[in-house]
């Protein structure tokens, strides 16, 4: 096989990219190691920026995310017993859609069917060839076969645990990370929502945030010990530690409902620099990793295809690689924004063990600055819209 850009990876980064080449003319041809049904299932994220609602409209596959997607103007803050809401249209201009990931997903994926494709699914054993040579290659096994595709660009999309970031050479390539000590516990829920906005809320017993799905489904999260199970957390339990991170004495209460699926995340910050090593360039999970309390880490992947899909346009117009040779350092700048913002929101929000009673009290003094300070508030609504 032979196309010009091989894609590897058919998350947001993957197939979003596929589809902006195909809408400038370039061919593309994109690899995935599951199945559409899994990757079409699979609960992530939720949170869409203004820059990613307006790329997915731009691109022709917003229809449905603005027909069921939730516009948020604004979010709650909550701690010491009361809530404040931080209004991110009246500070920026700007709103974000709670939208699900994977619904994104399926809209690209009905997208790239649409167009024709290619987009392989179940595929294994890929590996990256002459990325450092004008003739790249990628190898894989697909339907009991080997294959092999030829390409001008090799991308990798294939997130934090993929294969293509290894084809950056150690010698080139510094990892920065950090991980912290707590996860989330996640949970999905038949029930109508609690709140019209999002809710981060700061207690004692630690983190926890209300979110939704859709007018019947909601999305709860809460701060845990990342090595815990899900078999250790009865449903009873899970309400018991929601309703006491939540509520306050406000009247304001937590909706029940059936919990149809509980899962636990592990927190990460982590940066693979440079993001690019001759013909190969990574884009989202691949390159970089948020701890998810910003909800970046979706908006972040969609944010480095759209460099990509310009620099492509740039370089198969007038054959100019400017864009293509700036690609890592134009993409850094806002990657390390976000990671910034992440882990800021992060230390904020969640309860730390081992702190002493003098950051106890420093945390809940930046709480205090944050909702009486229009600047600091400012630049939280700011750096969650994505606007910059
Ligand atoms: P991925 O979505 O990881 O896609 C990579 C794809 O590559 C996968 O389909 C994988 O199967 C495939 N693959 C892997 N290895 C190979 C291989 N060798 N060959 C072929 N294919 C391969 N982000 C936000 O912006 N907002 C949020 O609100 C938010 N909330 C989150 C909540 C949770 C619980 C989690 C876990 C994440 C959240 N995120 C959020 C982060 C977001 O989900 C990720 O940043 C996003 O999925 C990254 O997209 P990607 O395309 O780079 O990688
Ligand atoms: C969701 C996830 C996040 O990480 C976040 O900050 C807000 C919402 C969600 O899954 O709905």
């Keep these: 096989m032979r196309t010009q850009i091989a894609i590897i990876g058919a998350g947001p980064a993957g197939l979003l990219l596929s589809h902006l080449l195909h809408l400038q ?4 041809i994109v690899l995935e190691s599951r199945s ?7 609960i992530r994220a939720g949170v869409l920026e203004q820059g990613t609602m307006d790329l997915l409209t731009e691109a022709g596959v917003g229809e449905r995310m603005r027909a069921e997607g939730a516009l948020h103007h604004g979010i709650e803050l909550a701690f010491g017993g009361r809530r404040h809401r931080i209004d991110l249209t009246e500070l920026t201009g700007k709103a974000i859609t709670v939208y ?15 167009a024709g494709g290619p987009l392989l699914f179940e595929v294994s054993d890929v590996a990256l060839h002459g990325v450092d040579t004008d003739k790249p290659s ?9 294959q092999i595709i030829e390409a001008d660009f090799v991308i990798g999309c294939d997130g934090f645990h993929g294969v293509s970031r290894a084809a950056i050479p150690a010698s080139v390539r510094q990892d920065y990370q950090r991980t912290y000590p707590f996860g989330w516990f996640g949970i999905l829920v038949e029930s109508a929502p609690s709140s019209e906005e999002l809710i981060y809320a700061h207690h004692e017993r630690g ?12 999305r709860l999260y809460f701060q845990c010990d990342p090595s815990d199970h899900v ?3 009865s449903d009873d339990r899970i309400w018991n530690e929601l309703h006491s991170r939540l509520e306050n004495n406000d009247g304001w209460r937590l909706n029940e409902g059936k919990i149809f699926q509980k899962n636990i995340i592990g927190m990460r910050s982590f940066v693979s620099a440079p993001m690019q090593s001759g013909r190969l360039m990574l884009a989202g999970d691949a390159a970089h990793i948020v701890p998810p309390t910003g909800a970046k880490g979706m908006n972040l992947a969609i944010g480095d295809v759209k460099l990509l899909a310009r620099a492509f346009e740039q370089f198969y117009r007038d054959g100019s690689e400017d864009r293509l040779n700036s690609y890592s350092a134009d993409a850094l700048k806002r990657v390390w924004r976000a990671e910034y913002f992440s882990w800021w929101m992060t230390s904020l929000l969640h309860t730390f063990a081992d702190a002493t009673p003098f950051q106890r009290e ?11 300070s229009r600047a600091m508030a400012t630049a939280l609504a700011e750096n969650y819209v994505g606007a910059f």
């Design 36 to 42: 559409r049904p899994e990757i079409e299932a699979t």
């Design 231 to 233: 078999d250790n957390w």
């Design 100 to 114: 699900p990931q994977h619904e994104v997903i399926k809209d690209l994926v009905a997208a790239r069917i649409d």
């Design 138 to 146: 990628v190898r894989f096994s697909h339907a009991g076969a080997e």
């Design 207 to 218: 983190f926890a945030l209300v979110s939704t799905r859709s007018p019947t489904v909601q």
């Design 25 to 28: 003319g370039i061919e593309s």
């Design 362 to 372: 420093i945390q809940r003094a930046e709480l205090e600055n944050v909702v009486s």
